[in-house]
């Protein structure tokens, strides 16, 4: 451990396709954001923090209400700061009950993710947490090795840092599918640049996901065959994203941006679209990007696909490594195991992708530019880190 | 017959649903439209057209190519005008060797219909030739009593007219698919009011029916579950308009008008969707409006649904009548016998009305606020008929 501790950080998700139809036994595809939530480990000021509880399983009720009341969190606290300390304590008695105490520790968490946006924050949280957690009472190893910039861990380790990740997002979601954790941890490599835009309308993903259902009991002749249309956009994306760096080619890309096209058009169908959603589709529209919501609907986010420049379409073949458990299917079991996926995008068309940025700002909405299939639960050298994550996590 | 001789009608079509879906085998919904083709039929002057074709069947590519020949028309002719003539010639032939020769006769035609818009504006035309014909050579009564404004053919006499004005739609189209001159001879009762608009895009329907299959056989998965849930649109729609007379309500409408939403999703996703239906839609709908496409696509023509009123729903009751079968699915066999279709809607909603057509105006559009569900094949005495129509009759 350096003098900055254990840097430990994990990816948020984002859904590609089959946010909703997921709800209905369909398959979803969810990949890895090139947003991250860091956390650095350090040992603690000698304060340490000793329950143990017999026969540790998944959070029970009775055991999170204990929690609660021993770190002043309101009975039904819905705040991400309350959630996150819950989890925190219960993952940190779990952990040691199961692998022997955690020592005293002192925890600092950052992230470029924002909160309640679909975009996996909570797992990306937990997910750091089970690492350095469980590094810290020496149940993973420390692949990190001097003069390393960064490491991953090996296969089995990466297993059960995922598994106490899915069950630090039992204690903030209550019922979580596992994906975002599986993202999380499994990450994939670099593949598609992505401008994700906030169109800062609220919604309740209830509500939405009510309204879905209630659509499908009114006209289920018209609504299931959709539902069965989105299954095999996902699996289509998916034998596309399979078979693009074993055979890279520019026809590749118009067909994620058709499936694109084609799944925002369903989403509108059963109901989740939103008039400030049509707007974000419109604007990338009139600049050649195709666009779509992702995650609940009815405003939130949208995800709009970049196309690669020709320069990174011909040095694609340099670019392609590989990479295990990339993309994380929501169907379960989750996560299909996905050959090899880099597709390394240069910067490309960036006078269109520029002007979209400025539309899309000029309707209220957020953007970032960012990739989908980072790489998951990493551990960096300080000196890997970009200054601004490393003062970040000095403050918190 | 009268001084003004014989007066028939006969209304043009509009698909509500399953426009595309139909060439590959599933329902579609095609309605009578309030806008009509007139023909007037008066005794010629002695010059008589008397020629015998020996077992008159369907049109054979040989008989057509003596008639071209005969009537001076290229034998590669597509323009309305020559495709017209060659039906003429070919009807009353056909109709001379059957039923006895077709006295001299002097014809005049005049439409509200625009050609070429995928609005049944050639059906009209052969079923208003084909009731001017066999009523001229005696095969059918003249139903129109002194006095009486309009009349209608008893049931039997409508098949007959119907089975002659499809074998005039097979000289005109080659393969049609005998919806079209099903509607116009059948008709429907007043039911929804609405706005058609032409978009003034050209396109071909060859070319969006070949993308349609090609996008089928790209993503069979994905795309076959589309055609069956617009299938099951154009399905519901009908038993929603076969419901509303019986028991109307204004539950009713909101259910066509999601109906409306879904399927031009739909045709979105099959790839027949433009920018100006797009515009058409957008435009519509910030007046509260639903638009979709109706036909071909590509351009074209939309249609919008224009709500019923307040005082239309009071008296909807009153409005109730019974006809004869009116809706045509098309479907094979065509005509599913529907039951009384009557909604008489009263001008509603009309400022709302007015901005949308100012707005699909400013936008280079042509408007037609009409109604859907209209009588079929009409005899009308000379004072039933609007002055413009008679005088575009004389012109003629």
Redesign the interface.
Known sequence: MSEHGLLVSAPGKVILHGEHAVVHGKAALAVALGLRTFLRLRPGGGERLRIHLPGVGPPSVEQLDVLKEFAGIAADASAPDSLAVLAFLYMCLAISAKYGDVPSVDIAVWSELPTGAGLGSSAAYTVCLAAALLHACRAISCPLKDGEATARWPEEEMTLINSWAFQGERVIHGNPSGVDNAVGTWGMVPTLRILLTNTKVPRSTKVLVAGVKEKILK?P???N??L??ID??S??CQSVLEAMPTNPSPEYYPILEE?F??NQ??L??IGVGHPSLDRLCRVTASHGLHSKLTGAGGGGCGITLLPPGQCSLLTLHEAVRVQSPPLAALSCPPADSLAALAFLLADATPLAVEAAKRDLCACGFECWETDIGAPGVTLHSSSSLKAEVLHALSES
């Open positions: 006209f002749a018209i609504m065959p959709v069965d249309s095999a956009i699996q289509e499936l096209d084609i058009h369903h509108n169908v």
